[in-house]
């Protein structure tokens, strides 16, 4: 993983950190993901989830390899880019 990535990683972890009020989950879990982009640019959404899925490992989920269920969908907000997840 490139440092960048790296980086994101960890921002991506310490966000979850502050949002999550639960413990963290054993068993099986499912999601739901919305990625709102700031533009309309071409996007392949199984390769957005790599990096947010293992920033959630500790925090929201024991380990990824937890996630059974997985639902992607695109969205655009151009004032403001995000990843919205919910534990369904």
Do not use: C
């Not at 490139?2 to 990683?9: C, F, M, R, S, V």
């Not at 979850?16 to 919305?34: I, N, P």
């Not at 024991?62 to 995000?82: C, F």
């Amino acid at each position: 993983m490139t440092g960048q990535g790296k980086a994101i990683k960890q921002s991506y972890h310490w966000e979850a950190k502050s949002q999550w009020r639960g413990e963290v989950l054993g068993g099986d879990v499912a999601l739901s993901v919305t990625f709102y982009f700031g533009t309309r640019r071409k996007a392949d959404l199984d390769n957005f989830n790599k990096l947010w899925a293992d920033a959630l490992t500790g925090v929201v989920y024991e380990d990824d390899s937890q996630i059974a269920e997985l639902l992607l969908k695109r969205a655009y907000d151009p004032k403001a880019p995000r990843i919205e997840i919910t534990v369904l």
